[in-house]
């Protein structure tokens, strides 16, 4: 028995094969003919059944196979021009491994509540697992772009002791009696680990006690974060383009059976060659003071501000030189203090920021009076005002948000399908 997966069926040819599967779909032809549509996880595969080719038995058992039976089939590889993977099996024995009982998603349209109550059985539908291969291709191309071009991987912890991105949004745990906090990002122990390897990158899950419900914000999200030593923010930008660049066209050329089958109309993605445009907080700020009566020139972008003025351009954009009041207390002033290094990078279409990062203060005096300006326990970050205390050098360093970055790719609006089991605010459960 060749157990082979229905992906490589290409090989098999006229030769027999044994799947292990799932039932997707069943019908009839008259009385003579049947089909099961099997899914593998590696692709589909429509079976076909003739009487009098196959023992009359699995004709008659045929109506046991309901949505979602787990089955071993055994039959011919057929060529099939018409067929999904060229393919078909001519059936010549089947064996139920496991019944499935009115399966809850039908192929019939279903509301997102119910199929996120039932993500654990959505995942198996076409789409949504087009979509996570789709992620773990690119995070694959993410982390090789990085080990090709000299950077070292190394991991943060989860289980943190301070704030690296605002003390509204932290998760707290109790530690041994002590206080701890779930990480909000690998940055500053990044930071730390680039001044003894030069060019790293942090990837894990990171934590945000998001209060607000939008599409675009996840509680749990994962966040790749290279860091280099002697970089400055021009640089940053530089390195930023050229790996988005890789990523997206890795995607597009490695995934283009998955984003067929979510219907990704790619020709944007395509476009999407460096250089990428730049535009100062204070240019973004002119067109939003224009266009938006909401925006306060000085306030951050909320959802609907960056999606103006990604309207602008067709590649993403990068916003730089932020005002010091809406960032984190680790970014490097510009020559104007009301101004830091920061850079975020505005994906087209509509997705938002995919990317925050910039220059982050090397100067001991400077971080530490920014760490009380922002209030902040000095105490809590003495480890990482050692850096600039021994061998301080400039340095730069970005976060790219998986789940947005997927999204984009996908051209889909909600993260929540972008992941596995996503984490929102009253999202706990599967
Ligand atoms: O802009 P952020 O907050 O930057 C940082 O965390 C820096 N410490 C990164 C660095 O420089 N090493 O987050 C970076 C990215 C955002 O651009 C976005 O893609 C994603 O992380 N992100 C979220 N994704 C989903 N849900 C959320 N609540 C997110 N918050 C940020
Ligand atoms: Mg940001």
Sequence with gaps: MKVAYIRELGNYIDSEVT????????????????????????????????????????????????????????????????????????????????????????????????????????????????????RARVIKAMKDYLDNNGFVGVESP???????????????????????????????????????????????????????????????????????????????????????????????????????????????LLNIKKPFPRITYSEAADILEKECDDFVRGGDFGGGHETVLAGKFEKPVFIYNMPKNIKAFYFKKCDDPGFVKGCDLIAPEGYGEIVGGGQREDNYDALLQSIKEHGLNEKDYDWYLDLRKYGSVPHAGFGIGIERTVAWICGIPHLRETIAFPRMLNLLKP
């Design 19 to 134: 799947i292990r599967g799932w039932i997707y779909n069943t019908r009839s032809s008259g009385k003579k003919i049947r089909f099961m549509i099997l899914r593998d996880g590696t692709g589909l595969l429509q079976g076909v059944l003739v009487q009098g080719n196959i023992d009359e038995k699995y004709m008659d058992e045929f109506d046991k196979l309901t949505q979602e039976t787990s089955v071993e089939v055994t039959g011919v590889v057929r060529k099939d021009e018409r067929a999904v993977g060229g393919v078909e099996l001519g059936v010549s024995s089947y064996r139920i491994i496991s019944g499935s009982v009115d399966f809850p998603i039908s192929p019939k349209e279903h509301g997102t509540a119910f199929l996120m109550e039932n993500r654990h059985l959505w995942l198996r539908s076409k789409k949504q697992a087009a979509i996570m291969r789709i």
């Design 158 to 268: 989860i289980l943190t002791p301070s704030a690296c991105e605002g003390t509204s949004t932290l998760f707290s745990c109790d530690y041994f009696g002590e206080k701890a906090y779930l990480s909000q990002s690998g940055q500053l122990y990044a930071e730390a680990t680039a001044f003894a390897l030069g060019k790293v990158y942090t990837y894990g899950p990171t934590f945000r006690a998001e209060k607000s419900k939008t599409r675009r914000h996840l509680t749990e999200f994962w966040m790749l974060e290279p860091e280099m030593a002697f970089y400055d923010l021009e640089m940053d930008m530089e390195l930023i383009e050229d790996f988005v660049e890789y990523v997206i066209s890795t995607a597009v050329s490695e995934c283009k059976n998955e984003l067929a089958v979510i219907e990704r109309d790619i020709s944007t």
